[in-house]
């Protein structure tokens, strides 16, 4: 592995952080990453550098990074004239890695100054993550360098899924969506105009991490086409990829060219490489964050789908996304019909979708569980809760959490609705169970789940 | 108009309801039903009647209806078996107007008991909205029928929104979800199995509702296809209509039919009904609910769209969201590109869509917002707030509610992110600012905008 992707080792696990361009300015750059540092879950030392201050948050300030010494990482949100300049003597004192958050860039049209960062970070095999980008956050070390305040834009809690992102806006809209339902990550990779490390360098890195379960990857644009393919196809059989390539008609090729100076390429080459190396590909922003919570669950070894409900309804409108995404319902077996009836009430016929009708309890969620757990017909369960029927109640939770637990086959919630219900989906997230606000997303999640088993030899069908 | 329509007046304006089935128990429906009325907004005489009980929540408690005398309208939560005989006699008490909110007719095969109901109704002329529902909401009176806890089940505000739907699910979670962003409705309409009054008496009824502006329609089938095509090809030039047909494929239709005991019918014929009668048509459950929330906007003279944002990778998905669902961005005028380049920094590019920058502040957002509600290449906005960013504050709420009102073209509002973002939005649209959850939604929904300003010849391209 190349010297500049073993440092970034040092980006995500740094013994020191000096935050050059550090302001006491809350609403600047370098006041929030200073502020999310020194409040967030980080422990090494902390450096800020900037000559117009002597303290900032309590910390000693220095006008250099050269009166204060070494560190393993400098986050770097200066002006980009004088990024060069501070690389060489990052470089000169030994450090391992920058992240460069500045803009004003080639995506500005400043090429030279760009080839000039480039050349420097290079001289020293230094790791480089930017410019013009948010940098990392990893959930377990504390470091954090993404420039949005903690309190407007919440960090996910520690899990398994990987970020790389080619747009920063992007990323942090969608870690923001995550943080919200509880979602664990491991790594943020936000890389900006990949001056010197790109998301083929973040993958490799990502490949080794032994926190990264799952990979989510935007991008606008690659340099690297034939590589990145080679790589994402490699990777995708141990850890799945989940990949948004924006950019793709005419003018949001153009606008991706404006935004970080990269060539979008055709968009038909990518969706074919992706379709040829079996990468998951999310069409928009809902379905990426709809593509990342299932692959929590086991993988199916059977098609058919079990749907049950407290709402005959939302049972039909799942239904219909079902088949018309070409998944399937099960026909459940004689055996498992027959205990179903004996466990439902006398009104409630058995079907698949399996209503059980508004004034189900949970423990009539937990007995239809049971019995399409042990039903070989059974690949998958949506298990669609309409939370707000007066014979609902907390105890659900308990109820979905065993089912997924249960570990021999894949379940997705579907809760729809307000404020009282998002209660129960993100409590239902933060014990792993992936939960959908509509029938639409989950089945959409569920049928690339499907696909990704059968690329891996586990659902044959 | 047919007698039980007009009587459909007593169910949404009662002087007195009476609760048939009223009980000291919280969960049951008829506690539930008759909590929300004394708690909610309604402020007619609220009779509670079950020979079980004296008193109710501090109400007189009736063994019979005829114990009381006659209501305007009848809210029966009782067993099935007894419904006709309590029909029977509402009508001979001269109760203008009924909800049966019981199941256990002619969806459980019970189709004698249904008929015996239906001949009950028919000979007093009564109104009757069910069986097998939800029954109805009505901002405005506080007639609130819907069996779901206010504490689990939020209450939209007063509005142009009306709902009509045959389930109660998929409705009360709609309903839910619009009353989590604030969106405001005129009423709701839960018909179950429309044993008196269906669909398009409904339709019909609402037509004539001064306060409803807009009407949102869930159907699974219906049993006169031809007449139902006609009323929605008559009211939607009026008042434009969003339908979600449910129980297309073949298993969401068997579904459906054991559901309510319609047949679904083909979807096929539907859809190219809704084509023909211009009816705006839903995919599913999350379509429906963002194409309600368009429609206080003042319809699109033209069709280029431009684009603003904070953060580059958000404008380029919407791009390409706007470019493969087949609409178009603006070409701005020369004039406005002009006045765009004095406004904006040095360092950003004038484009479509308009990278703002994530320096961005409100007053620039405004600033750019005025020329191109000025330049005649634009015929909708979208705006984009990566609310977020330290740049951004509060303010932001004001600049996009002056847009909203400017009323000289349609403007949407993107955000995607967590509880910063989703407070951001709920305030706006509580403003009546439309706003979405991400680029693909705002944009499906727009598309629809589109279409129906072209179908009433405002937009001509």
């Known amino acids: 592995m190349a010297t500049k992707i073993k440092n970034l080792n040092y980006i995500f696990n740094p013994k020191s952080i000096a935050v050059i361009g550090a302001s006491q300015i809350e609403e600047k750059v370098g006041g929030v990453v200073l502020g999310n540092l020194v409040n ?28 204060f010494g070494r560190v393993d990482c400098a986050i770097i949100t200066t002006p980009s004239a004088i990024v060069p300049q501070i690389a060489e003597e990052c470089g000169k004192l030994g450090v391992k890695s920058l992240i460069v ?107 080794q991490d032994s926190e990264t379960k799952q990979i989510i990857l935007y991008i606008e644009g690659t340099k690297d086409g034939k ?8 990777i995708n059989r141990k850890k799945p990829i989940v ?43 809902d ?33 219909d996304a079902i088949e018309s995404s070409g998944l399937r319902l099960a026909d ?17 016929s058995v079907n698949n979708p399996l209503d059980l009708i508004a004034d189900a309890k949970p423990e009539l969620y937990n007995s239809a569980v049971e019995v399409l757990m042990e039903d070989a017909t059974v690949g998958a369960l949506i298990i669609i809760v309409l939370f707000q029927v007066p014979a609902m109640n907390e105890s659900i939770i308990e109820v979905l959490e065993r089912a997924s637990g249960d570990r021999r086959k894949p379940i997705i919630v579907i809760g729809v609705g307000g404020e009282y219900v998002s209660r129960f989906r993100r409590e239902l997230e933060r014990r792993g169970v992936p939960t959908y606000g509509s029938p639409q997303a989950g089945v959409a999640a569920l049928k690339k789940f499907f696909e990704y088993s059968k690329f891996k030899g586990v659902l044959k069908e």
Chains 1, 2 share one sequence.
């Not at 303290?55 to 009166?67: D, F, M, N, T, V």
């Open 101 to 207: 958050l500045s803009g004003g860039f080639g995506e500005v049209g400043n090429k030279d100054l760009e080839t000039r960062l480039r050349n420097a970070v290079a001289k020293y095999e230094m790791a480089l993550i930017g410019v013009n980008c948010l940098g990392v956050l990893d959930t377990k070390t504390g470091v954090d360098s993404i420039f949005l305040p903690m309190h407007k834009l919440q960090r996910p809690p520690a899990g398994g899924v990987a970020f790389i992102t080619q747009s920063g806006a992007v990323g942090s809209s969608v870690i923001d969506m995550v943080a919200y339902y509880g979602v664990g990550v491991s790594k943020f990779i936000s890389y900006g105009n990949a001056t010197n490390l790109n998301e083929i360098d973040c993958l490799e890195f990502l490949e």
């Open 332 to 348: 459940f077996s004689a055996r498992a019909n027959n205990t179903l009836k004996k466990i439902l009430p006398p009104y409630a």
């Open 40 to 67: 967030g879950k980080y422990k090494g030392k902390i450096i800020p550098v900037n000559p117009k201050y002597t303290e900032i948050l309590g910390l000693k300030c220095y006008s250099s990074l050269s009166e």
């Open 287 to 319: 379905e990426l964050f709809d593509f990342i919570k299932i692959f929590n669950q086991p993988l199916p070894v059977t098609g058919g789908i079990a749907v049950l409900t407290n709402g005959g309804g939302l049972g039909i409108i799942t239904t």
């Open 243 to 285: 990949v948004l390539k924006a950019g793709r008609a005419e003018k949001g090729s153009k606008a991706a060219f404006s935004h970080t100076g990269n060539l979008a390429g055709n968009y038909l080459a990518y969706k074919a490489a992706f379709r040829q190396a079996k990468i998951i590909e999310a069409e928009n922003l």
């Open 227 to 234: 590589r990145l393919y080679e790589v994402m196809k490699r």
